[in-house]
C-alpha cells in the first residue's frame, strides 16, 4: 500500500544531510538543524503508512503504491529548544525503481529500513538495503531497523529476535511498530531525534 496522500512541502528541497549552518542560528535558545530522512524497504510493508501516521496522524489503507519516491516533512521541537526539521524520502519498494534509491540514501542523516513482521521475504530484503547502506551511504548515517504491522501478531513470520539481533550486529537501533494503530510511530522518530541532536552537537 502507498500511503502517498500527504502533500510535499514545495518550498523545500534535499537538505543533503545534517548541516550545522541549515536556518542558522535563530537566538540564544533556539538552534534549527535538518535532518534528511529517507525510508528504504520492500513494496507493501508500509513505509508510506508509517510516515503519513507520523507526519498527519492518518491511516489510508487504500491508498495507491508510491511511485519512484514521494517527499513530505515534518518539524519537531525538543525539550532543549533544538528545532528538527525532518525532510522526509519516501521510496518506491518495487524492483524497477531500486536503481534510484540510492539518489535519496547518499548523504541522508538517517535512514528508516523497514519490513513487514509476516513476510520473510521483506526482511530478507531489508538487510539488502543494510548492506547497500554500509557501502554507499554516508558513513555517519543513523539507521533504523523497523518491523511493521505489529499488529498482525497472529500472522507473525519473522520473530522480535531475528529483528533484535540484525540490528544489534549492524549497530541500528530497532522498533516494532503498527501504522494502523500508531504504536510506537512516535517513538521511532523520537529516538531518530535524539540521534540526530547528538550527531548536530558533535559536529559543533
Same mark, same amino acid.
Given at each position: ?44 510493508? @508500509?513505509?508510506?503508512? /508509517? #510516515?503519513?501516521?507520523? *507526519?498527519?496522524?492518518?491511516? !489510508?489503507?487504500?491508498? $495507491?503504491?508510491? &511511485? ?68 554507499? @551511504?554516508?558513513?555517519? /548515517? #543513523?539507521?533504523?531497523? *523497523?518491523?511493521?504491522?505489529? !499488529?498482525?501478531?497472529? $500472522?507473525?513470520? &519473522? ?46
Amino acid at each position: 500500500m502507498g500511503c502517498s496522500s500527504s502533500v510535499p512541502d514545495r518550498g523545500t528541497g534535499r537538505a543533503g544531510g545534517i548541516n550545522p549552518d541549515s536556518g542558522g542560528v535563530i537566538d540564544a535558545k533556539n538552534l534549527r538543524v535538518k535532518g534528511e530522512l529517507v525510508l528504504l524497504g520492500d513494496s507493501g510493508v @508500509g513505509k508510506s503508512c /508509517i #510516515v503519513l501516521r507520523f *507526519v498527519r496522524g492518518q491511516f !489510508d489503507p487504500t491508498s $495507491k503504491v508510491t &511511485v519512484g519516491a514521494s517527499f513530505l516533512s515534518q518539524t519537531v521541537a525538543l525539550q532543549d529548544s533544538t528545532t528538527v526539521k525532518f525532510e522526509i524520502w519516501d521510496t518506491a519498494g518495487q524492483e524497477r525503481y531500486a536503481a534510484l534509491a540510492p539518489l535519496y540514501y547518499r548523504g541522508a542523516a538517517v535512514a528508516v529500513v523497514v519490513y513487514d513482521i509476516t513476510s520473510p521475504e521483506s526482511f530478507s530484503k531489508a538487510q539488502y538495503w543494510v548492506k547497500e547502506l554500509q557501502k554507499h @551511504g554516508s558513513p555517519d /548515517i #543513523v539507521m533504523a531497523l *523497523v518491523g511493521n504491522k505489529a !499488529d498482525l501478531q497472529e $500472522k507473525r513470520e &519473522v520473530p522480535v529476535q531475528d529483528g533484535i539481533d540484525y540490528a544489534e550486529k549492524n549497530g541500528m537501533f530497532f522498533i516494532e511498530t503498527s501504522a494502523k494503530t500508531a504504536d510506537n510511530i512516535n517513538q521511532l522518530f523520537e529516538v531518530g531525534l535524539e540521534k540526530l541532536n547528538l550527531i548536530k552537537r558533535l559536529w559543533t
